[in-house]
């Protein structure tokens, strides 16, 4: 099912992804697209958060991956921006990431790893629609 959201904050783009992550199984695996700055970190701050995790998360460009624990599982944020093909992210391990059964996996720059994805991957993308805070949040679930 195909879902759009707008928000005008970060932090109304943080409480949408707590929201949603909320509702998410362990083994749930998020695509998140968008450009430089749209907010795809700013996203997976609030998933983290309701996954009930409260260290800060900030963007894991120069280590690829970060793990957190949380109570039901772990959630593992990637950010591929430095990876530069599938072979790439396979060298480096991506199924291990894509296919944890107890994994709240989300990715950022999700175009490196096109025709890696389990087909539950939920898609999300974030556009900036002004010049300003407004984003469009276009979530796209093949499971709901
Ligand atoms: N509605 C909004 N939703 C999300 N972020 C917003 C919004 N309005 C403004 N921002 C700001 O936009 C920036 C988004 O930065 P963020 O690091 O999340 O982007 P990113 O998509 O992860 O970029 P990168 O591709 O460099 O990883 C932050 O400075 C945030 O405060
Ligand atoms: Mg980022």
Redesign the pocket.
């Given at each position: 099912m195909k879902q759009t959201f707008q928000?005008?904050?970060?932090e109304?783009?943080r409480e949408l992804a707590r929201r949603i992550a909320s509702g998410t199984k362990p083994g749930a695996v998020f695509a998140l697209d968008?450009?430089?700055?749209?907010?795809?970190?700013?996203?997976?701050s609030g998933f983290a958060r309701g996954l009930g995790i409260v260290e800060p998360v900030s963007?894991p460009?120069f280590t690829i991956v970060q793990e957190y624990p949380c109570r039901r599982g772990v959630f593992f944020h990637l950010?591929l921006?430095r990876i530069d093909n599938p072979d790439a992210a396979l060298a480096f391990g991506i199924d291990e990431f894509l296919y944890a059964s107890d994994g709240f996996t989300l990715i950022?720059?999700p175009d490196r790893i096109e025709g890696l994805f389990p087909p539950h991957t939920v898609r999300v993308r974030?556009e900036r629609i002004d010049r300003?805070?407004?984003?469009l949040i276009t979530l796209d679930n093949p499971e709901k």
């Open positions: 928000t005008s904050s970060a109304e783009t968008g450009e430089l700055g749209a907010g795809k970190t700013v996203f997976a963007s460009t950010d921006y950022e720059w974030i300003g805070d407004n984003r």
